[in-house]
């Protein structure tokens, strides 16, 4: 049996059951917390770090997806510190890939290019790199374009979590690293992926695709996320 | 027009870009014939004057800065403006005009003067401006004060922000445009 | 095997009488630093001739760990009381052979008699170049295992936990935190399982202190972590070492192949119900897996990347248990703490800061090699008094502690006692140990700029911050480097501290600006002259005059 906490968010009284996290109640009570790696459905990996927030006596900042409610804790998620931080993450996502976003088949339907406006980033401070970055066309049905992966993870999490099949994974590290299918094959030659489509569905801006969509005509169905949690008996994100 | 001295001084500026930013400018219709009351177009792409005058009000900047042409006139018109307003993602993000810089100079070339001539194809030795190895937004060459995204901005947000402008405001787009679309 | 005090006692005494058969002991280095100048060779030479002269029944050869001196290698030591030799060569062993009973051969005689050696206080390193790291026997007769077996046959897991706790003992990885609170909060964790976990993945950039432990005293290292599977009640131990460190891997082979054997491994320990494993992982090269969750997920066969706290190791770690995560040199510290007591050791350092520190000593420094000094000695007591000074004349400028994630300290900070907390308000940090000597010749930006180079490859990539953010840094670096950076660039690099410092992930992204922002504390004036005047004053930095469009 699962205790109840209550606790503040921004001032405002609000409770949950001690082994959800900060996000989720702050979700309930329509607070709003920005977030680009997190999925409910998915596990949590606190991997963007927009969702950091800061909780009343703590030195450090909290990652809001994963961070446990307690009670008494007394959360802050709009600072005038916290919307600076949010604004350059963004930037260094815009600065990290190559995000066009006029000739995108995500185009006004993408999480990352929302994410700018909402946090008013309107221009970049930090440079752009301007790397040179490969396009896997070779699935039948998918592209995988990494000028466009902010590395998220969601596609290798619903890939393992919820498909079984884990085609999807990271290689390299720092700046060099990348999603994968398989090991580091072309995606039309994985053995493993069953062309699903659940890692287009859920990636959160044009790097996965379908093919044969142009600008801005790529719209992600994502219906069967909270469909599949469901049965598979677990409606939270761990 | 007839120049007062209550007018601006205002002028646009066409880098690196498709002109569609222009056309957006263009398409503020017949709310142009307001703007034309309070302000003075002094140098454009859309009219005729060769030189950039001394100082300029306010400049609207369209494209990036992608070669040593653009690279001159900018700082150019930096020196001469005092309100510079990056008009659209090729002069905020460099967009469209910057996908090349991960290919290199010489294969862009090559592709657009080699590959895809079908007759006496030839590099051009004069007239055009040597190429940037990296296509830059204008604020990374000099200081922008006003940013407008949008791929183009709607033509509703750039009068809005003239308009904000001239009555002393600083006009808050962040609902009205951003990347893209 | 039911091994109690009393046997083990008479093990000491007989490996003592079994020593004294011989009139003399040559002890070689077997370490890394001698071995990489052939002292494996030296070893084999020195018992041919011994054997020629037929030498071999009364002088004993034995290859033993690191001395300390290790710029000096191969380092060897005569006993009893006879000299140590240094950079000793194969062509010297005959004259080294035929000075046993009489006057030291002069030219390699290595003076013992110096701050060196005399202002050291030794417990971690104890046995390092005593005995020989092969031997059980040799340990034991050192002490060795009167620890364990005090505690097993002496100590609730509680009374152990408190001696640590009383000692003072504080994590000598990096952070202090107390070792006697973290092992209390995994003792009391719920879990049908508890793991005790050794993190031997050392990657700082010039530290080599928890290898040279490693490879002289192996057994000293399963001895701490089987006190701590006592204590907290963990039933399985994972020593985890980056594979760049062959020999001690060797080592700690060895040493768990014949504790096993002894009875000081495996089911039953010393005829208590106590039971304990111990397995080596090795690391595949990546820094951030020093990162405790990063750790735990390399040995889980995960891709090794920090996941956020909470939850600690301490209450869900490894596969989901209650996991305690120490270092080696604290784990080092164990043994000792036991066998003589808690105010023995609390009686070395000062304030919160008991016992001793082991570092290691590189760059413009007289003394290059390993040391151990008490907590509360000054920074120049080490460089200056144990370090010999800087060679060649040279001005001290600056001393690098804590690794990439610690900071530069100037001269006028000199006299510091040193402690975790001195060091952190100094801008920087204990960190595992390494202490890089710089003099005026080095360029503090370009210093900077080599940390960050680090920080960026050692990157996971997980977080944004970390994975983008030290990649902008070291651009903006290389750029004040260069000459072609102008004040806004360097606005724009204080941004990016701030942002990466507190957003990152993990530890390492949270320390990676640390070099940048102790050298700007301390140096902004080298900045400025990059930036302003585009010139370098250390004369390191090639400038480029022309501003890149």
């Not at chain 2, 690279?71 to 001469?80: P, S, T």
């Not at chain 3, 020593?19 to 890394?32: E, G, Y």
């Not at chain 3, 057994?219 to 594979?243: H, Q, S």
């Not at chain 3, 801008?427 to 000597?437: F, L, T």
Request: hydrophobic fraction near 35%; include cysteine; charged fraction near 25%.
């Amino acid at each position: 049996m699962a205790t109840v906490k209550t606790f503040k968010i921004n001032d405002e009284d609000v409770s949950g059951r001690e082994d959800e996290t900060i996000l989720q109640i702050a979700r309930e009570n329509d607070i709003f917390i920005p977030t680009l790696c997190n999925m409910e459905g998915l596990s949590s990996v606190g991997s963007c770090r927009l969702c950091l927030v800061e909780v009343k006596g703590w030195t450090k900042l909290a990652t809001a997806c994963v961070t446990k409610i307690q009670e008494g804790m007394e959360v802050y998620t709009d600072s005038e510190r916290l919307r600076e931080y949010r604004r350059m993450i963004v930037e260094l996502l815009f600065s990290e890939g190559n995000h066009i976003c006029a000739v995108c088949v995500s185009n006004g339907r993408c999480e990352l290019q929302d994410m700018a406006q909402i946090l008013g980033m309107n221009h970049l401070v930090v440079p752009y790199r301007r790397p040179n970055l490969k396009i896997d066309a070779s699935h039948e049905r998918f592209i995988n374009d990494q000028n466009r992966c902010i590395l998220c993870t969601r596609c290798v999490r619903v890939c393992d979590e919820i498909e079984g099949a884990h085609t999807w994974d990271v290689m390299g590290r720092g700046i060099e690293a990348t999603v994968i299918t398989d090991l580091n094959e072309p995606w039309g030659a994985s053995q493993s992926c069953t062309t699903c489509g659940k890692c287009v569905q859920v990636c959160p801006t044009g790097a996965l695709f379908e093919k044969g969509k142009s600008v801005a005509e790529m719209s992600k169905k994502r219906e069967f996320l909270p469909y599949l949690t469901s049965m598979r008996g677990n409606g939270k994100a761990k | 027009m007839i120049e007062t001295p209550t007018k601006i001084k205002f002028a646009t500026v066409w880098l690196d870009g498709c002109s569609g930013c222009h056309m957006s400018f263009l398409d503020i219709d017949e709310r142009l014939l307001d703007l034309g009351d309070k302000i003075d177009l002094v140098y454009s792409p859309l009219v005729d004057y060769k030189d950039f005058p001394d100082m300029v009000d306010v400049t609207l900047i369209e494209g990036a800065v992608s070669n040593e042409d653009d690279l001159h006139k900018i700082k150019k018109v930096r020196e001469h403006t005092k309100l510079l307003i990056s008009l659209g993602d090729c002069a905020v993000t460099g967009n469209v005009p910057s996908m090349r810089v991960p290919f290199g100079i010489e294969a862009v070339m090559n592709r657009a003067y080699t590959e895809n001539v079908t007759r006496n194809h030839q590099m051009p030795t004069n007239g055009v401006p040597p190429l940037l190895p990296r296509v830059r937004p204008v604020h990374e060459i000099v200081k922008v004060d006003v940013f407008i995204p949008g791929c183009p901005p709607p033509a509703d947000t750039i009068f809005f922000v003239l308009t904000e402008l001239l009555e002393g405001r600083q006009p808050d787009i962040s609902k009205l445009t951003r990347f893209g679309k | 095997m039911a091994i109690n005090m009393d046997e083990l006692k008479e093990r000491v005494v007989a490996s003592q009488e079994a020593d004294a058969q011989f009139t003399h002991s040559i002890r070689v280095c077997m370490a890394s630093g001698c071995l990489s100048s052939q002292s494996d060779l030296l070893k084999k030479e020195l018992e041919a001739e011994l054997k020629k002269r037929g030498l071999e029944k009364t002088c004993q050869i034995k290859g033993v760990g690191c001395f300390g001196p290790c710029a000096n290698g191969p380092v060897i030591a005569v006993e009893p009381n006879g000299p140590m030799y240094q950079e000793v060569k194969v062509t010297d062993i005959p004259a080294i052979v035929e000075a046993l009973d009489t006057k030291p051969v002069e030219k390699l005689v290595l003076p013992t008699d110096t701050p060196f050696f005399n202002r050291q206080v030794k417990i971690v390193l104890e046995n390092s170049g005593k005995i020989d790291p092969e031997s059980i026997e040799d340990y034991i007769a050192a002490g060795g295992f009167e620890g364990l077996v005090r505690a097993l046959h002496e100590m609730t897991p509680q009374e152990v936990i408190d001696s640590l706790t009383k000692a003072n003992l504080r994590g000598r990885g990096g952070g202090g935190y107390p070792t006697g609170l973290k092992w209390s909060t995994v003792a009391k964790a719920e879990g049908a399982h508890k793991y005790v976990i050794c993190n031997g993945d050392e990657g700082d950039p010039g530290a080599f202190m928890d290898r040279s432990v490693m490879e002289a005293d192996p057994f000293r290292v399963l001895e701490g972590m089987l006190i701590a599977g006592y204590a907290v009640g963990a039933d399985y131990g994972y020593l985890y070492v980056r594979a760049e460190y062959p020999l001690a891997v060797k080592m700690l082979k060895a040493a768990i192949r014949q504790a096993t054997k002894q009875g000081f491994l495996g089911k039953n320990i010393c005829g208590t119900p106590f039971s304990f494993e111990v397995d080596i992982r090795l690391g595949a090269g990546a820094f951030v897996c020093g990162e405790e969750t990063a750790l735990i997920a390399s040995i889980e066969g995960k891709r090794g990347q920090p996941r956020p706290r909470p939850p600690y190791p301490a209450e869900s770690g490894l596969w989901g248990y209650p996991t305690l995560i120490n270092n080696v040199e604290t784990y080092a510290n164990i043994a000792p703490i036991i066998r003589r007591g808690m105010e023995w050791f609390h009686d070395i350092g000062f304030h919160k800061n008991r016992g001793t520190k082991v570092f290691a000593l590189s760059g413009k420094i007289n003394n290059i090699g390993l040391i151990e000094v008490p907590m509360g000695i000054t920074l120049r007591e080490i460089i200056y008094d144990i370090g010999g000074g800087i060679p060649n004349g040279k001005a001290f400028k600056a001393l690098q502690t804590g690794g990439p994630s610690g900071g530069c300290i100037p001269a006028e900070h000199l006299d510091t006692p040193i402690s975790y907390e001195s060091l952190s308000q100094l801008g920087s940090m204990m960190g595992s140990g390494g202490m890089i000597i710089m003099d005026e010749t080095s360029c503090m930006v370009d210093v900077a700029k080599y940390f960050m180079e680090f920080c960026m490859d050692e990157s996971c990539g997980k977080c944004v911050p970390c994975r983008v953010g030290t990649a902008h840094m070291y651009d903006l670096l290389s750029k004040i480097c260069d000459g072609s950076a102008t004040l806004d660039d360097l606005a724009l690099l204080e941004q990016l501290c701030d942002v990466v410092k507190n957003t990152s992930l993990c530890g390492l992204g949270q320390s990676s600006p640390n070099p940048v922002l102790s050298t700007l504390r301390y140096f902004r004036d080298e900045y400025m002259a990059h930036i302003v005047e585009k010139r370098c004053p250390a004369g390191v930095c090639k400038m480029k005059h022309a501003v890149e469009a």
